[in-house]
């Protein structure tokens, strides 16, 4: 595919959505740049399959200057003090927030969520950086009580050094700024690779990112295609420039970064895979529980990675639950994202759409059955699918074993507390578990049974900048957000002068 056409705009754009922030060239060392073997990808928009532009599919010489451009330019930014690069991060803020709307609508246009959604997106994301600008100022090392007199000891905190973050379609701002806010406030350059789905919103804030004064280098962003990605990563891995690989995705991939930067023995976070637990005890309020498991599951579709995956209700208010749960999903509106008063946008791909289908098929012929949904949505253009729930699940089906990320409330009933507990541990995954309960006693039981990174009591939407976004088990490791997202971004340095005449 070759457009030639600088900032070139398809169908896949409604009018009155253009905005000068489209950008259709990768980011090198503060300026546009094409591949340099000048091949290109579409960028479609998921809520009627048009195309929006086509951006650069970049490969391996594209990288090589990216990481040359990235490790010349940490060299400065290291350089300057915690309170100048506070300042230009707190002016990348200022930017991002004059222009929330723009940036909010190329995210439904590129992503399919909801225009609400995608503001709500922006003002998530954009916290990182101001709570990284505050964070970057109090990066404190230690002055340690010498075990000889003879001796001051010292614990310095270092940016690691250039870092490289690959991000996820289903957020494409906030999954980006929650690793920029705190590497570049730790002193870090960072190259971007965005999903290949959306690489337009992580252009658009590397040009307002120019505007705000961070200097060329600091941060560069790489686009490239699905057939290209390995490469991309595979130089990335390789090179001993890259100190540091933050990665949001797969579970599978993330196995891949691991076993890859072995060689190179990067520093890593990762935030993997889920398979969220969502428990609805007799002990609830039901309404806020629904109200719970509308926000948490519907929100993106189902396309996140702490979306409840399995409802586990217990039986005294299970057909309370069900039957609300039904009403809810019933009232959903389904469309495209731009338009006013819909809560669902499409789902980011064909391919989405096709397992979300697998799931339902696998449960339905296994004795699941439909509620309301369970089909794709066919009188709309784009990937919809249409919000269900489930009943008679098990923890068999490849509905509760496999991160569906789609928008399927599946639900299994359970009698006694240990059973739900064993029931929502029984996974590979501990990223996130949610539990609803009045009972004091079993909110701190269950709190502390639960095999996961967090823990929603009562609660269906924990992220926020302030608290430690992150898994364990194979939902990866590494914190983002709160005051240990910029650990992840430092070396600490222990120096010790010696042979002092005191
Ligand atoms: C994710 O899906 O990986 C992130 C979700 C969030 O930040 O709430």
Redesign the pocket.
Known sequence: MATKLVNFLGKGVPQGARSPFFKNRGWINGQWVEAKEKRYFPVTNPANTELITEVPDMQREDVLEAIESSYAAQKLWRRQTAKSRALLLRQWYELMNKHKSEIAKMITIEQGKPYTESLNEVNYGMSFIDWFSEEGKRLYGDVLPSPQENKRMFLMKEPVGVAALIT?W??PL??ITRKAGAALAAGCSIIIKPSEETPLTALAIAQLSHEAGIPPGVINVLTCSRDSVHEVSDVLLDDERISKISF?GSTAIGKRLIAGSANTVKKLSL?LGGNAPFIVFDTADVDVAVKGAIAGKFRNAGQ???SPNRLLVQSKIYNEFVDKLTQAVSNLKVGDGLNDGIDQGPLINAGAIDKVERHVNDAVDQGGEVLVGGTRMTSLPGTFYNPSVLINVNNEMLITREETFGPIAPIIKFDTEDEAVSIANNTQFGLIGYFYSRDIDQIWRVSDALETGMVGINEALL?NEVGA?GGKKQSGFGREGSKYGINEYINIKYVCMGNLKT
Do not use: G
């Open positions: 996820p289903n957020f906030a999954m949001t935030e996140t990675c702490v992220s976004f």
